[in-house]
């Protein structure tokens, strides 16, 4: 191998001497993403989108502010999972067509649910 040819792969192999032992990028290794990174990140679950960052909606989306009467973490995270199928059960969402969201683990819907509950008004007693 020619002096030129190998410094590619001199480069390569010094490059992967200097990174941390066991960094990777696999689930787990890096710090799950708050609940505000999920809500507004337009790229996985994209809520801004049509909700807006503070809730307060879009003309794609409704205003969430108000509707914390209707909501707790478990039924969001529901929600959130397949609207489709909750919207079928529950008539306070039924004429209320939102896309379905990307998958996403338990953990983050859970995040992301108790985030956009803080968005909304508390629930009233």
Same mark, same amino acid.
Not at 25 to 30: H, K
Not at 51 to 59: C, E, I, M, R, V
């Given at each position: 191998m020619r002096p030129a040819q190998a410094i590619p792969s001199l480069l390569l192999l010094l490059l992967?001497?200097?990174c941390e032992p066991g960094a990777s990028?696999?689930?787990?290794?890096?710090p799950p993403p708050s609940g505000k990174e999920l809500y507004n990140d337009r790229g996985a679950a994209a809520c801004v989108l049509c909700?807006?960052?503070?809730?307060?909606?879009?003309?794609l989306g409704v205003d969430l502010r108000d509707k914390g009467a209707h909501w707790d973490e478990e039924k969001l995270s529901a929600y959130i999972a397949d609207p489709e199928a909750y919207a079928t059960n529950n008539a306070h969402v039924e004429h209320v067509r939102m896309p379905?969201?990307?998958?996403?683990?338990d *953990?983050? *819907?859970a995040t992301l649910a108790r985030y956009t509950l803080?968005?909304?008004k508390p629930r009233q007693p």
């Open positions: 992967a001497g200097s990028s696999e689930e787990g290794s890096l909700h807006a960052t503070d809730g307060s909606g879009t003309l379905q969201p990307p998958p996403m683990s *953990r983050d *819907r803080g968005l909304m």
